[in-house]
């Protein structure tokens, strides 16, 4: 093994393999550094995302949803079932097998492309070296012409409801209860919470959502939070707005949380509770005192534009750095670094990062809110189609939600699409690339979409945005 590299990556995930991949593929020698273990005792790569966050969540939202609607939507297709029996293990089995496919395809790829997996854990020192730990913790300095500091992020702790990984978990936990708990708490209404909550609420449980804000998905366009709220309460999903936890208490198999709100003190009891309040960066042990890197009173690595930090040949990509914490975002910064390092023209598009929530129906958004508009005083208009009168959704008998696109009043120009309903995390990307090229709404009134498709919505939203909107009745503009 080598003790010099050209780039030095510490994490695995997707902003750290992806960069450790871009940079071979420039020619670089590349070594990537990661010490987590996965669920057999092994080293694994793939970080968070891939082993305990995107992909599984993704997976049990997937085989939930199919086995709620086969307990409560099919009749409606004429397809009646009786004995519908859940089988949990099978189904958290089809989990892990999907996370080990993608994990070991990613140690596939290092191979293939030459990159060196150092199994341990990496620490920054003053004069870009890095210094290894390996586990068998001996220690050893590599030297590198270039690092790469992308170690992701971990579920917030909060002191009102210490984790103790059986009764009361985080984010981790919550992806591996042997068995469907009857009553569950979740301690956030945010894209975590409303996830998981979703999962379990949709295989059995009673679950009761505790979010501190007085404002339901404040990140998230109202008019779509708002409609989000509504499908959610009727899916059985119990949020209590400005619901703020005071104190956890562990009686034998219960969990007993006290909260406060605008009535006063509340308690609540449950089987599970699961703590899903936020990410914080993995920076703790992370930089030695002089190796000349910064962070933010949040513990997030300063960088600037191009997430060189305040060293240059460092950086710093994804969820240890500004912007959100999102898997898409981090590989993206891991591409522009390893091409910025080749001395090649990189940037990202901090305008056009689109979010999603993974709940049925998804929630997707690029862009500016409706809010964030009338706020900074910019004049736009806004078209909206729901799809409750898109053909395609009718068919699917999926018909909840709308999409909304806002444009500027002057140019057209598409400021931000916001969407819930069908396949919104999928179609969101008709946005993103329509603001990528600068785009109008008149541009996507003058896209043919193919017939019957939910993307007809997308179509029709932006048709409405100009004020001619075909498929849906409303009072006619005055032609200009």
Request: aromatic share 4%; proline share 3%; net charge negative.
């Amino acid at each position: 093994m080598s003790d010099n590299y050209d780039v030095v990556v510490i994490g695995a995930g997707p902003a750290g393999y992806v960069a450790a991949i871009r940079c071979a593929q420039l020619g670089m020698s590349v070594a990537c550094i990661d010490k987590r273990i996965g669920s057999n005792g092994k080293p694994v790569l793939g970080g968070t995302c891939l082993n305990v966050g995107c992909i599984p969540s993704k997976a049990l939202l997937d085989s939930s949803q199919r086995y709620s609607d086969i307990t409560n939507k099919m009749a409606v297709h004429g397809v009646n079932i009786k004995g519908v029996k859940l089988d949990l293990e099978t189904m958290m089995g089809r989990k892990e097998r999907i996370v080990g496919n993608l994990t070991a395809g990613i140690h596939s790829l290092f191979k293939a492309n030459g990159i060196t997996w150092l199994e341990g854990s990496g620490r920054v020192l003053a004069g870009k070296q890095v210094e290894f730990t390996g586990q068998n913790q001996e220690a050893k300095i590599i030297a590198t012409e270039n690092i790469i500091i992308a170690t992701g992020s971990s579920p917030i702790e909060i002191s009102s409801a210490s984790l103790d990984n059986n009764r009361i978990v985080d984010s981790t936990g919550a992806l591996e209860f042997a068995n469907v708990p009857k009553t569950l708490g979740v301690i956030g209404a945010g894209i975590i919470g409303l996830e998981l909550g979703s999962v379990w609420r949709r295989l059995g449980a009673d679950v009761v959502v505790l979010e501190a804000q007085d404002t339901f998905l404040s990140m998230v366009d109202q008019q779509v939070a708002k409609e989000a709220k509504k499908q959610f309460s009727q899916q059985g999903l119990d949020i209590r707005l400005g619901a703020r936890v005071t104190g956890t208490e562990v009686k034998g198999n219960k969990v007993t949380v006290t909260y406060v709100d605008t009535s006063g003190d509340n308690e609540l009891v449950v089987d599970k509770l699961i703590v899903a309040v936020g990410r914080r960066p993995n920076t703790e042990n992370l930089l030695s005192a002089d190796s000349g890197i910064n962070l933010d009173e949040r513990g997030c690595i300063f960088v600037d534009e191009n997430c060189q930090t305040d060293m240059p040949g460092i950086y710093a990509v994804g969820d240890v750095v500004r912007g959100p914490m999102l898997a898409h975002k981090g590989s993206e910064e891991g591409m522009m670094v390893a091409e910025l390092i080749a001395e090649h023209k990189a940037a990202v598009n901090y305008e056009t990062i689109p979010s999603v929530i993974y709940t049925h129906p998804e929630i997707a958004w690029v862009g500016k809110t409706e809010e964030e508009l009338k706020k900074s005083g910019d004049a736009y208009q806004v078209g909206v189609f729901p799809f409750a009168a898109n053909g395609r959704a009718m068919a699917a008998e999926d018909t909840a939600g709308i999409v909304k696109i806002i444009a500027d009043k002057k140019t057209d120009r598409i400021l931000g699409m916001h969407i819930i309903g069908p396949s919104a995390g999928d179609l969101i990307a008709q946005g993103v690339i329509a603001m990528e090229f600068a785009g109008s709404s008149e541009d996507l009134a003058l896209t043919v979409f193919a017939h019957p498709t939910v993307s007809e919505a997308v179509h029709e939203a932006a048709l409405d945005t100009l004020g001619r909107a075909v498929h849906i009745a409303k009072k006619r503009r005055p032609a200009k």
